[in-house]
């Protein structure tokens, strides 16, 4: 039945393709005299598979399949009502999402939106001209130019540290008035405030922190957490659609949504992320070096320090200096380290100021302890009464 | 044609069950007059199933097929040579370990030795009897009574601590002169020169590190790394041939066998073991709570902070007060966390020393500041040329 449909393609306006259709002059020629053959369009894929989405094995059929929502028959672009009065509301054209900064993690970020069938448009200093060209991405050398386009998304994919410049330079004049602007940081308050105080206040604001990267998420997003707060979403028209829209990019790419507060992912971060990066970093300058005797514990600590490393130094100071939570959580780790040396140390020095002062013979002083650390142990001690 | 061999059981003297029917008085009837039944013993299990073996699941019936080498036809307790004089060397009759220190570990090992045929003997302060008895270990309250026995091999199972004052302890004149006395210890040189300083010049001297427990160890040992130094074996007499047996008990479990001076295996061991339980310390005075949020990082640094708590702290304070290298390495951490607050503070330092000294505004700072490091972050910088 589906492949009996194929010669329709083009010819009944499917969200996914109406923007390609209108582009190209595509005319619905079907509309006004076999209404009905909007009915089948759930045997079809609602979108074209995007070049990226055709070469990325994690677009596999069995996940579009998984989204019958896409594949509703829908009015047709001009607007008239779908042809049967009782079929289930049209669904949303496809976004149109502008990434701002577009380094790694906006290029691993670009994959799902694409994977979800929206359309991605990308700006950078930098040249991604044939990057972007490889996977049907627009690439735009400059913000300014990005704007022009008036995505429905604005999405900051700079870094932490490059944030505040990047937004500022956003022309917000060349945008529409209901655009939504994101950001991905791996801290939450501090773009909060900044977007708050920048821009203009018609404009969405949704503050995300996806949990994972290039290498975590490289064998899918399923499972994966990410943080969002709808900082500023607008009632009246359709900001509240849209912002369903962006986040069901990574719903529907299996992520484990968190709807939380910017504080309090950045309380949480600290006492997690941070503090995790700091002991990856701390190992870091340690050189930790395979052995022949490996422990597993001692592995697993090698491979938090290679994760930790292969981000930017500069990651790491982003998530001291732009979480009010992390002088705390670095200073709790400072006397943390401070304790344990003491306890170390502190019973060292019993044992010798034993011998030194009380003249006590050190395997006195070895089995007098045995008996009072007896209890401490595990392992049974085994002192003749002798 | 195994089982219709079973009616001979007890009947012609197989090593296993040798020191049996010494005790139970039965002689070897066939001897004489049967010899080439000795050549079936091979289709028979050489040693009987201890009551733990049999109750163990890790000890399968293929794990004992793999040893052909337990099975072959040997000579009769009195020494008479094999029937066959092309028959393969007589197996070497399974060892008598007594375990000294009965705690959790010293019971961990124990279903090794037992699962490889092995007798245990075990001594401990605290009664253990009705838990040997269930498992066909001869329990003695004293080492005392437990060398009275005089097993091939000592096995030292107590704590890092109270070793000095056990093998102090021990009765070595009731012992054999060439008794075997072996460690688990989780520091090497320590132990080492103990016992050669305390015990008598025949003894041999095994240390080993068997690095798992009751917890990595519980689904078997197959992988996991053994290390051992033969400290002292004596070339003649049969001190070679036992502690190759007692070392084979290892290697039939399937460990990665490691063999590695004491020195090393201390300088190793701090620079991985000690740092990664002073880590877990460290991590467990934050009382790390799981968040709505953690990366995975974050649950590797949880899972190996409990385990680290999950051994007592005698045995990090062991690892420290007992491994000559600790003091170093701990120093390295301590300098190393040091560097990495210095770059976190020397950094901000910098930043705010600009806007307050050099009266530069904060936003410029971080323009300028974004240009500078822009090299060093993975993200793309979009930073208008305005």
Do not use: H
């Given at each position: 039945m589906a492949s009996s449909l194929r010669h329709f393609a083009g010819l009944c306006c499917f969200p996914a393709s109406a923007a390609a259709a209108a582009a190209s002059g595509t005319t619905c020629l079907l509309r006004r005299?076999?209404?009905?053959?909007?009915a089948f369009?759930?045997?079809?894929?609602?979108?074209?598979?995007?070049p990226a989405a055709a070469?990325?094995?994690?677009?596999s059929p069995a996940d579009h399949e998984e989204h019958p929502a896409h594949q509703q028959a829908v009015p047709c672009r001009d607007g008239d009502p779908p042809a049967l009065s009782s079929a289930p509301?049209?669904?949303?054209?496809?976004?149109r999402v502008g990434i701002v900064g577009f380094g790694n993690f906006g290029q691993f970020i670009a994959g799902g939106i694409q994977r979800q069938g929206h359309t991605v448009l990308a700006a950078s200093r930098s040249d991604y001209s044939a990057y972007c060209a490889d996977r049907g991405i627009r690439f735009f050398r400059s913000v300014d130019a990005l704007c022009e386009e008036q995505p429905d998304v604005v999405l900051?994919?700079?870094?932490?540290?490059s944030t505040e410049g990047v937004v500022r330079a956003i022309p917000f004049h060349k945008l529409r008035p209901d655009t939504i602007?994101?950001?991905?940081?791996?801290?939450?308050?501090?773009?909060?405030?900044?977007?708050?105080?920048?821009?203009?206040p018609s404009f969405g604001i949704i503050c995300t922190h996806p949990m994972f990267g290039p290498e975590s998420g490289k064998h899918g997003w399923s499972k994966l957490p990410f943080v969002y707060d709808k900082v500023r979403v607008m009632e009246d028209g359709d900001q509240v659609a849209k912002c369903d829209q962006f986040l069901s990019i990574f719903e529907q790419e299996g992520c484990r949504m968190v709807e939380m507060s910017c504080t309090e992912h950045d309380r949480y971060a600290a006492g997690s992320q941070f503090i995790t990066h700091t002991i990856g970093r701390v190992l870091s300058q340690l050189n930790?070096?395979?052995?022949?005797?490996?422990t597993k514990g001692y592995e697993s600590l090698m491979q938090?320090?290679?994760?930790?490393?292969?981000?930017?130094?500069?990651?790491?100071?982003g998530l001291f200096m732009y979480n009010v939570n992390a002088t705390e959580q670095l200073d709790n780790l400072e006397r943390a380290f401070e304790r344990v040396r003491q306890m170390l140390y502190g019973r060292l020095h019993d044992l010798i100021r034993k011998q030194i002062v009380e003249r006590v013979h050190m395997q006195t002083v070895s089995l007098e302890k045995l008996e009072n650390d007896r209890s401490n142990s595990c392992a049974t001690h085994l002192v003749s009464s002798a």
């Open positions: 005299y076999t209404p009905n053959f909007c369009a759930a045997l079809r894929p609602a979108r074209p598979a995007s070469a990325n094995p994690l677009a509301p049209p669904a949303p054209a496809p976004l900051i994919c700079s870094s932490i540290l602007v994101a950001d991905v940081l791996s801290v939450k308050q501090f773009p909060r405030n900044l977007l708050l105080e920048i821009l203009p930790l070096k395979s052995t022949p005797i490996n938090l320090t290679q994760n930790t490393v292969s981000d930017s130094f500069d990651l790491y100071y």
